[in-house]
Structures are given as structure tokens and as C-alpha cells.
């Protein structure tokens, strides 16, 4: 249990990826804060599963942003997990989507580290873990809001990275190819629109073609690296951006 004593917040952790990454570092130890929507009664059996508290707000906004620090404070972990899609052809974009989609995925992870690091700071120990994407490092047709928005917290984390090497507090990305969760899934009819495919064609030639493997990552996979980075052995992690994606990236 080498993470008692501490309090970690995970955004969008009411499923896929951000529950993995919850379970996991509440299994060691952590004061773990849930974040995301979904059936109350469903959380509130998270929260029994995980000791952990719950809230709920809305990360697309500032307020929503600020309303959960105040709400979740003191963090020693933060992890930037929530996130959302939108895929259409960028002539076709809605700019309302663009907005949500650069403000869930990138500007909430902005929000969140610059509340959180005073307390981090102050303690002398601080772990900033973004769930980026392989849309972090390279690019796929039809998701311009996306990719633009896991480009940026790759860049903002090496910056949280630099500034904050000689506090104690890491910052590090984990960049995961397909995972099956709500968030690919809901994906497949945009993407069979833009593309002109059948939901077969779609995980098969366009998602699962990505990956050399064949196959969907685990969301188990992401949190067991993101309880490593926690560990003291990960003091010197910082900085970097680890591919989880069967090999896509290597292409
Ligand atoms: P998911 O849809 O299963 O979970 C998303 C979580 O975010 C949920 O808890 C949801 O309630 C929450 N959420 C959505 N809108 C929110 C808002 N406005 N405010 C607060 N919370 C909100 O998705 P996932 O696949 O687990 O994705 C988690 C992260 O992993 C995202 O950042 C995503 O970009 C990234 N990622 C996913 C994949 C994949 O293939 N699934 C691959 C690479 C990266």
C-alpha cells in the first residue's frame, strides 16, 4: 500500500480508462477522488469499491474546473484523464464540438495542474500523469479537435515537467493506441459516416489496422504504468510520453 497518505484525483474516472487508473491506485493505498458522469447509483458503488469520494462536475468549463479543486484539494496525484471524440471532415467540424473537445482534453489539464501544484509544491512530492493518446505523437484523419488537443497536453506536460523538476513532482504522459471503451465505441457511426464504411470495416481496417498487434489495449494496462510512475523508482520519469499502442507509433 505505498500510496497511503496521499490523494489522488482522476478526471472522467466514472468509466473506462479513469476507473482502471482509480481502481488501481485506490487498490494501493491512495484517497482516490472519482470525476465524470453516469448513473448515481452506479458511482455510488464506485465510491463504496474504491473508498473514494465522488465529483461530479463539468470539466469543459473553468468554473466547473475550479468548483472541482476546490471540492477535491489537497492532490498529491493528479491524473488528466478525462477526455471526449468528435470525428468529422474538418470543413464539416462543428465549432462548438472543437470548443468542448480542446476544452475537456486539454484546457481542464491546464485548470487542474495549476490548482494542484501550489499543494505539491508545498509537500515536496507531486505526480502529474496525463492519459494522452497516440493522437499525441500522430495523427489520424476526420478527429482535427483531438489530435489538436492531445498534441497540446503533450507539450503542456513537458513544460509542467520542466518547471517542476526540482520539486519533487513528475509530470509524465501515457499514450495508449485503442482501448475498448464508451469513448471508441461511440465513435463508429461518425466514423462510418466519414468514411463510407460498415461498423466491421471501421474496427477493422480503421481502428484495429492501427495497431500491429490486432488488438484493443486494456484499460488495466494504462494504470498499472500509471501506479508505476507513481513509485519512487519513477523520481526521474519526467517528461516523457509513453506509448501503450502495440507498436502503431513505431510506424
Ligand atoms: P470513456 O468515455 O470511457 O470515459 C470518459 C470519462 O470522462 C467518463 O468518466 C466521463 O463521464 C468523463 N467525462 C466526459 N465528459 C466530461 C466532462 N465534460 N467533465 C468531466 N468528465 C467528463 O473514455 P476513455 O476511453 O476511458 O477515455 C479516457 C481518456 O483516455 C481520454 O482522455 C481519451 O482521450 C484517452 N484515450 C482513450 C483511448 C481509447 O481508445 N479509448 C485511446 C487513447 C487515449
Known amino acids: 500500500m505505498f500510496l497511503s497518505g496521499k490523494r489522488a484525483l482522476v478526471t472522467g474516472s466514472t468509466s473506462g480508462i479513469g476507473l482502471a487508473i482509480a481502481r488501481a491506485l485506490a487498490a494501493q493505498g491512495a484517497d482516490v477522488v472519482l470525476n465524470g458522469f453516469g448513473d448515481p447509483a452506479e458511482i455510488a ?20 474546473v475550479e468548483e472541482l479543486m476546490d471540492k477535491a484539494s489537497p492532490i498529491d496525484i493528479l491524473v488528466n484523464n478525462a ?26 489539464a491546464f485548470h ?22 497516440a ?3 500522430a495523427a489520424s484523419p ?16 513537458k513544460v509542467l515537467a520542466l518547471e517542476l523538476a526540482e520539486h519533487g513532482v513528475t509530470a509524465n504522459c501515457i499514450s495508449p493506441g485503442y482501448v475498448w471503451t464508451p469513448l471508441v465505441e461511440n465513435q463508429i ?5 466519414a468514411r463510407g464504411m460498415s ?22 494496462e494504462v494504470a498499472a504504468l500509471a501506479v508505476f510512475l507513481c513509485r519512487d523508482e519513477a523520481q526521474n520519469i519526467n517528461g516523457a510520453n ?7 507509433t513505431a510506424g
Open 45 to 64: 458503488r464506485l465510491c463504496e469499491e474504491c473508498s473514494a469520494i465522488h465529483v461530479g462536475a463539468d470539466l469543459t468549463t473553468t468554473q466547473g
Open 83 to 108: 477526455g471526449m471524440q468528435h470525428v468529422a471532415p474538418v470543413e464539416d467540424f462543428p465549432p462548438e464540438k472543437w470548443d468542448a473537445v480542446i476544452a475537456l482534453n486539454l484546457s481542464a
Open 112 to 133: 487542474t495542474a495549476r490548482l494542484a501544484v501550489p499543494h505539491m509544491k508545498a509537500r515536496g512530492w507531486g505526480r502529474i500523469i496525463a492519459t494522452a493518446s
Open 135 to 137: 493522437h499525441s505523437l
Open 142 to 157: 476526420f478527429k482535427a479537435a483531438y489530435v489538436a488537443a492531445k498534441h497540446g497536453i503533450a507539450g503542456l506536460t
Open 189 to 193: 457511426p461518425d466514423t462510418m459516416a
Open 199 to 220: 461498423r466491421e470495416q471501421v474496427v477493422n481496417d480503421v481502428l484495429l489496422a492501427k495497431q500491429p498487434t490486432k488488438k484493443f489495449v486494456q484499460p488495466e
Open 242 to 248: 509513453y506509448t501503450i499502442d502495440g507498436g502503431w
